[in-house]
């Protein structure tokens, strides 16, 4: 399984941007796809997942500022980051799991990751 991120780079606060995914080895449609970020000096967290019913969950501080998608077609899946904060500078990961399950999402929950796309807003 292979994942590949972009669309990172550096945006002033108040600013969009949108990552992608492209997802070879597995089907989005048919797997957990999980989108996570990691500050400097700062832990991994986790950001948002969708899973194969197309039912999305975020972490609490971003839903209302944050949309992951996928398209089926692409086999790639999205994150929409509107109304960026200096504070959302990060590097962003994509993950993909096969299966639901109880209490998702850590990183730990996923086993296959891509390398990474900066985005870096600044004030």
């Known amino acids: 399984v292979q994942l590949q991120a972009s669309g990172g780079g550096l945006v002033q606060a108040g600013g969009s941007l949108r990552l992608s995914c492209v997802v070879s080895?597995?089907?989005?449609?048919?797997?957990?796809m999980g989108w996570f970020r990691q500050a400097p000096g700062k832990e991994r967290e986790f950001v948002a997942v969708?899973?194969?019913?197309?039912?999305?969950q975020y972490a609490d501080s971003l839903k209302d500022r944050f949309t992951v998608s996928r398209d089926n077609a692409e086999n790639t899946v999205y994150l929409q980051m509107n109304r960026l904060k200096p504070e959302d500078t990060a590097v962003y990961y994509c993950?993909?799991?096969?299966?639901?399950?109880?209490?998702?999402?850590?990183?730990?929950?996923?086993?296959?990751w891509g390398q990474g796309t900066l985005v870096t807003v600044s004030s």
């Open positions: 969708i899973r194969s019913t197309g039912a999305k």
């Open positions: 080895g597995r089907t989005v449609s048919t797997s957990v």
């Open positions: 993950a993909s799991r096969l299966h639901w399950i109880t209490n998702c999402c850590r990183s730990s929950d996923f086993y296959s």
